[in-house]
């Protein structure tokens, strides 16, 4: 079991930031979650750009290419839709 988390610790790493944003969603304020959110996924991208095939492990999906246009194509439309969310004042 501790070999498997090893192993994938990239996909682990992706998947805490994305439940922190969910929760700060949530919890505390839609756009500070939404941008984390995003980030989660620019996350990936990075580490499936740094990472050889093998060391990404379930980050890796289809083809590299494939994979690194999707992440940073929906990372960079999250993140500009979570900064057009105007701040709730009350």
Same mark, same amino acid.
């Given at each position: 079991? *501790?070999? #498997?988390? *090893?192993?994938?610790?990239?996909?682990? &790493? $992706?998947? /805490?930031?994305?439940?922190?944003? @969910?929760?700060? $969603?949530?919890?505390?304020?839609?756009? &500070?979650?939404?941008?984390?959110?995003?980030?989660?996924?620019?996350? /990936?991208?990075? =580490?499936?750009?740094?990472? &050889?095939? %093998?060391?990404?492990? #379930?980050?890796? $999906?289809?083809?590299? *290419? @494939?994979? #690194? !246009?999707?992440?940073? !194509?929906?990372?960079?439309?999250?993140?500009? =839709?979570?900064?057009? $969310?105007? %701040?709730?004042? @009350?």
């Amino acid at each position: 079991m *501790r070999k #498997l988390l *090893r192993r994938q610790w990239p996909l682990l &790493s $992706v998947y /805490a930031l994305m439940a922190a944003g @969910i929760l700060l $969603v949530v919890f505390v304020d839609f756009r &500070s979650g939404a941008v984390l959110f995003a980030v989660s996924v620019l996350w /990936a991208f990075l =580490l499936r750009l740094l990472l &050889s095939d %093998h060391g990404a492990g #379930l980050l890796r $999906v289809r083809r590299r *290419r @494939i994979d #690194l !246009t999707v992440l940073f !194509t929906l990372g960079v439309v999250l993140l500009l =839709l979570a900064l057009v $969310v105007p %701040h709730r004042n @009350i």
